[in-house]
């Protein structure tokens, strides 16, 4: 399977500040997805990030508070804009295994990004 | 859209028992059911995955069953051992291309 790289692992931050995320996959993918997990939950989607077009946000997600880019197939990014402490999660992206546009195909997650805001 | 259920949210064993672990779906168009493993500070990690032409999946000591009629999915470990301990979640593809949705998660504790 791909292996993805986030970065940064793990970060304290201000309130009110932003921080950028990045995911870097060694392979080129079709689809890339940002996710939520909140201290002791289950995973939520954020975005579907698609090269060359918007992302498409999940409901309760819009994109002036989590801007993605996804300027090719290996890269995308995810800020996460005036942060609140009710933002502190850790957020994930995961990648399909396959190249090509397929239905159902297992999806593989980064470590993922610890975010704290004090 | 897709809900998924997850059942139990907690669930103790001894060392060398079975555990099972239920979900339901909402969506009765979802054909792809996979599970994942995550230990505290990692990654979800895929474990196993099932389709829904197919009842059963086995990989070793874990098993998936899926019963399209009632719309659930039961992963089934035997001989538990202490490294089976990790939280885990079931996931369903939702309406809309690869939106996986989440199980609630199942926190597994193996006692040795």
């Known amino acids: 399977s791909a292996v993805i790289s986030q970065k940064p692992s793990r970060d304290i931050c201000q309130r009110g500040t932003s921080l950028t995320i990045q995911c870097q996959v060694d392979?080129?993918?079709?689809?890339m997805f940002w996710y939520r997990q909140q201290p002791g939950q289950s995973l939520t989607l954020i975005a579907t990030?698609?090269?060359?077009?918007?992302?498409?946000?999940e409901s309760g997600f819009v994109i002036d508070k989590f801007p993605i880019s996804r300027p090719n197939l290996t890269f995308s990014t995810l800020t996460v804009s005036n942060m609140s402490p009710e933002d502190s999660s850790i957020y994930l992206c995961?990648?399909?295994?396959?190249?090509?546009?397929?239905?159902?195909?297992?999806?593989?997650f980064g470590d993922g990004t610890r975010l704290s805001i004090l | 859209g897709e809900n998924v259920e997850q059942h139990p949210s907690t669930l103790s064993v001894q060392e060398g028992d079975s555990a099972v672990i239920k979900c339901t779906y909402s969506?009765?168009?979802?054909?792809?059911f996979p599970w994942y493993k995550q230990e505290l500070g990692k990654r979800p990690q895929l474990i196993i995955d099932?389709?829904?032409?197919?009842g059963e999946k086995k990989d070793q000591r874990i098993a998936v069953t899926l019963n399209k009629t009632a719309k659930h999915f039961s992963l089934h470990i035997t001989e538990t051992q202490p490294e089976d301990s990790a939280v885990y979640f079931c996931?369903?593809?939702?309406?809309?291309?690869?939106?996986?949705?989440f199980g609630t998660g199942t926190r597994l504790l193996v006692s040795p």
């Open positions: 099932i389709r829904s032409n197919v």
């Open positions: 996931a369903a593809i939702g309406t809309g291309f690869q939106k996986l949705v």
């Open positions: 969506d009765s168009a979802s054909n792809y």
């Open positions: 392979s080129q993918v079709t689809m």
């Open positions: 995961s990648v399909d295994e396959v190249e090509q546009v397929l239905s159902n195909q297992p999806q593989h």
């Open positions: 990030a698609n090269q060359g077009s918007e992302a498409t946000y």
